[in-house]
C-alpha cells in the first residue's frame, strides 16, 4: 500500500540553525500539507501546496518557513532560523480530491 | 473559522467493551468532511473513519462507527469490542468542501483511550 515517507525521523538542530524536513509523498496525491504538533498539544496546520504554488498559509508560517517541491517527488519544509519554540513533530500529509489526508510518520524536531 | 472540541480529554475501557469518544465542532459550512485519526504512541497519524456531511448514513469501518448528527454539530466515535492495540490518542479533525480541491484539517485536541486487559 502506498505511504507517506519523511526524513529525518528526528533531527536535533541548535537555535538559529536552518533545518530542511523531507517528504515523499504518495505518487498520484495532487496536494501537500505540512503540520505541526508540539509535544501534549493538537496538531496545528502549517501550509498547503498545490500545483507548485502554497494555497493556504497559517499564522505559525511566518517568513521563516518556506516550503519547495523541487523534483516532482520531495516535498520539503524549510525553517531558516529556528527558535526554541519551533521543537515539536512535523507531519508530513498528502491527498487526492475529496479523499482523505495521509500522514507520515513525522519528523521529531528538537531545537536545543 | 472552524473549531472542533473534544470533550473528554482521557478515557479507559476494559478490553473487548465498548467505549464512544465524543467530538463536537462549529462551522457555518454546509458541505464538509468529518474524520477520525489515531495516533499511537508512535505518533504516526493513522486515518480510521470518514464521514461526508451530505450523507446521513453513518460510517463504518469494522469495529470503529460513527454517530453523525448534523443539526447537533456532533461526531462521535465507538469502538466496539476493544482491543489492546486500541490504546492511543484519538483525534476528531474536520475539514471543509473545496469544490475544485482540497482543504486543511482542523483537529481536536484529542482524547486519550486506554485499553485495559
Known amino acids: 500500500e502506498p505511504e507517506v515517507t519523511q526524513t529525518p525521523s528526528h533531527q536535533v538542530t541548535q537555535m538559529g540553525q536552518e533545518v530542511i524536513l523531507r517528504c515523499v509523498p504518495i505518487?498520484?496525491?495532487?496536494?501537500f500539507y505540512w503540520y505541526r504538533q508540539i509535544l501534549g498539544q493538537k496538531v496545528e496546520f502549517l501550509v498547503s501546496f498545490y500545483n507548485n504554488e502554497i494555497s493556504e498559509k497559517s499564522e505559525i508560517f511566518d517568513d521563516q518557513f518556506s516550503v519547495e517541491r523541487p523534483d516532482g517527488s520531495n516535498f520539503t519544509l524549510k525553517i531558516r532560523s529556528t527558535k526554541l519554540e519551533d521543537s515539536a513533530m512535523y507531519f508530513c500529509?498528502?491527498?487526492?480530491?475529496?479523499?482523505?489526508?495521509?500522514f507520515g510518520p513525522g519528523t521529531r524536531l528538537t531545537v536545543l | 473559522a472552524q473549531t472542533v472540541t473534544q470533550s473528554q480529554p482521557e478515557m479507559s475501557v476494559q478490553e473487548a467493551e465498548t467505549v464512544t469518544l465524543s467530538c463536537t465542532y462549529d462551522?457555518?459550512?454546509?458541505?464538509?468532511?468529518l474524520f477520525w485519526y489515531k495516533q499511537p504512541p508512535s505518533r504516526q497519524m493513522i486515518l480510521v473513519i470518514r464521514?461526508?456531511?451530505?450523507?446521513?448514513q453513518n460510517a463504518t469501518e469494522n469495529r470503529f462507527s460513527v454517530n453523525f448528527q448534523k443539526a447537533a454539530k456532533s461526531f462521535s466515535l465507538k469502538i466496539s469490542d476493544s482491543q489492546l492495540g486500541d490504546t492511543a490518542m484519538y483525534f476528531c479533525?474536520?475539514?471543509?468542501?473545496?469544490?475544485?480541491?482540497?482543504?486543511?484539517?482542523?483537529f481536536g485536541k484529542g482524547t486519550k483511550l486506554t485499553v485495559n486487559p
Open positions: 500529509a498528502s491527498t487526492s480530491f475529496g479523499q482523505a489526508q495521509f
Open positions: 505518487s498520484n496525491h495532487l496536494y
Open positions: 462551522t457555518s459550512e454546509n458541505n464538509y468532511y
Open positions: 464521514q461526508e456531511a451530505y450523507k446521513q
Open positions: 479533525a474536520f475539514m471543509k468542501f473545496a469544490g475544485g480541491g482540497s482543504e486543511k484539517l482542523v
